[in-house]
């Protein structure tokens, strides 16, 4: 039975190593777009990233799952004893061992470039403000002038000179 779970732990280990890269890959896209500015490519990026990290956590859960019903805590210690009491020689316990820190490495790399491209994104919304604000302000500024061309005073007051 412990046989069993081990390969079915080892098995989702990596496959969530696996997922994890494509995540990754898929936020340094997301990356090169924004500094780039291709922003149409945007869209269609945020929805597959939603679904791999929705796919992810799942990955995450069932992990969790396996790991609490072979007797283990359901976290990151749980695969830690896990690891620990696999066979230290075998090489299927150290490509374990590898994978499970890959994940982890690869988890704060995926972390640092969400953090980045959030800061990225602040900055395009900052740019696109300031755009927006000047295209209104100059529409303002052209409402100085009549239909005829001739300024007209602004404001509703007297004009000035007017007695």
Known sequence: MQAAADTRLARFIEDELAMLRSFVELLQH??????????????????????????????????????????????????????????????????????????????????????????????RLQHNQQTLNSLLAAGNRSALYGPDGQPHASGGGRSFGAV
């Open 30 to 123: 997301e990356q090169r777009i924004l500094t780039e500015g291709d922003i149409d490519e945007l869209t269609p990026l945020i929805e597959k990233k939603g679904r791999l990290a929705d796919l992810l956590t799942q990955l995450a859960g069932q992990r969790n799952e396996i790991l609490a019903a072979a007797g283990y805590p359901h976290d990151r210690a749980g695969i830690d004893i896990w690891l620990e009491r696999r066979s230290p020689t075998g090489e299927a316990a150290q490509d374990a061992r590898d994978s499970w820190e890959n994940i982890l490495a690869l988890a704060v790399q995926a972390r640092t470039l969400n953090e980045t491209n959030g800061k990225l994104i602040g900055i």
